[in-house]
């Protein structure tokens, strides 16, 4: 693993604690629905920032398209899990 990708795991992390440690103040409307929300809003702006750095998604090192995705799976899991305990 080269010092590019670790910075981009690095940051991945960073994002999704500040993000979560976010969901969790917010306890009121339910944590995994904001952190869903939060992580929804990531990916996007993940996206857009990949878009404007040309990044391209088949990229053999980490990129912003991979954080994208990683932010979307977690956004689908906070919502799967939000419905769950709503139940």
Known sequence: MNAGNRYVINRFLLKTAV????????????????????????????????LVRRHRPTDR??????????FLLLSGLATAIAIGSSK
């Open 19 to 50: 993000l979560g440690a976010a969901a969790s103040l917010r306890s009121r409307e339910g944590a995994w629905r904001v952190a869903a929300v939060l992580f929804l809003l990531a990916s996007a702006l993940d996206a857009l920032i990949a």
């Open 61 to 70: 090192s980490l990129t912003y398209w991979d954080e994208a995705a990683a």
